[in-house]
């Protein structure tokens, strides 16, 4: 069965530093992994994800993400943080190339980020 | 174009109780899947629904139940509500392939007591 792991509950940075909040996962197979982000009692907000290809894949707002194969990683990243990116930040993962499997996704327990002036 | 709608966006129900939960995907998607979200267990996975058939089931017991309509709304039920089942329902609506991103909507926070 596929898992994902976020290893920080939250992580802090002040605005205009870079920002990392990170992602390892495991599953059979190639994985499609997404972020997603959920500000206060909203829905979840597709942020990005990696299919297939280049590892370094851009999303909406600025933010990117490195998929690293050999240490099943998937950080989330952002060169310069601002207030407003202050919310929780899912990472999540579906077996890839699994025919008829579904759109299950398994998510990690999410990393509250936190951005301050 | 317009996005996932789930309604109602609040519920309060009393223990023992049973309640049903709506969610239209966006126009086009016919895979809809239903996640519950608590702050111990997190977010976790229902069902999916792909043309009026369940795809995937998650590990709830029978008292969750879903279902799908030909025009691609789904509902979802819950029977004899317990405490425990106080959470934050979100509905999310994709294509069929799984390379695509899933649509969330708002949610249905639904308060048992």
């Known amino acids: 069965a596929q898992s994902v792991a976020q290893p920080e509950d939250q992580v802090n940075v002040a605005e205009g530093n870079p920002l990392t909040v990170k992602c390892t996962y495991s599953?059979?197979?190639?994985?499609?992994l997404f972020w997603y982000v959920q500000y206060p009692n909203r829905g979840l907000q597709f942020l990005l994800k990696y299919i297939t290809g280049d590892n370094l894949v851009k999303g909406s707002y600025g933010f990117e993400a490195e998929f690293n194969k050999s240490q099943t990683s998937f950080h989330l990243k952002k060169p310069s943080a601002l207030v407003s990116d202050s919310a929780l930040y899912f990472c999540?993962?579906?077996?890839?190339?699994?025919?008829?499997?579904?759109?299950?996704?398994?998510f990690g327990t999410g990393t509250q980020l936190k951005v301050e002036l | 174009k317009a996005g996932v709608t789930q309604t109602p966006r609040y519920l309060i129900k009393t223990r023992g109780q049973q309640v049903t939960l709506s969610c239209s995907p966006i126009s086009g998607h016919r895979s809809v899947s239903w996640y519950q979200q608590t702050p111990g267990q997190g977010l976790q996975f229902l069902f999916e629904?792909?043309?009026?058939?369940?795809?995937n089931k998650g590990n709830f017991p029978g008292r969750f139940s879903g279902r799908q309509f030909s025009n691609s709304r789904s509902e979802m039920n819950v029977s004899t509500l317990e405490l425990g089942d106080s959470a934050l329902y979100l509905c999310?609506?994709?294509?069929?392939?799984?390379?695509?991103?899933?649509?969330f909507g708002q949610g249905t926070r639904l308060t048992v007591v």
């Open positions: 999540a993962v579906i077996p890839g190339g699994v025919t008829g499997g579904g759109n299950k996704l398994t």
């Open positions: 999310a609506s994709s294509k069929l392939e799984p390379n695509t991103e899933a649509f």
């Open positions: 599953v059979s197979g190639n994985p499609y």
């Open positions: 629904y792909f043309s009026e058939t369940q795809r």
